[in-house]
């Protein structure tokens, strides 16, 4: 006996929500951490930002002249 497509979908859990749980549990059942982060941890996370957004706007640029020279017929 075959299930219709209504059952089979609410069978399947969406993800979504498993991961809203976990990350609602996760934030709900916070511990303090007593750690130590060094001042060099700052400038590394500005650096590391820095880098992902010199490198976004490279990829960028290079991805809009390859379609931009894509369009063309030379």
Known sequence: MRKSR???IR?????WRILALVAV?????ER?????TDPGTGAMIWQMLVAGV????????????WFKNKGRKD
């Not at 549990?25 to 059942?29: A, E, Q, S, T, Y």
């Not at 303090?32 to 130590?36: G, I, L, P, Q, V």
């Not at 010199?54 to 002249?65: D, E, I, P, S």
Request: positive net charge; proline residues 3%; without cysteine.
């Open 54 to 65: 010199v490198g976004a706007a490279f990829y960028f640029r290079r991805f809009t002249t």
């Open 32 to 36: 303090e951490a007593r750690a130590y």
């Open 25 to 29: 549990l996760l934030i709900g059942m």
């Open 6 to 8: 209504a059952a089979q």
């Open 11 to 15: 069978l399947q859990t969406p993800h």
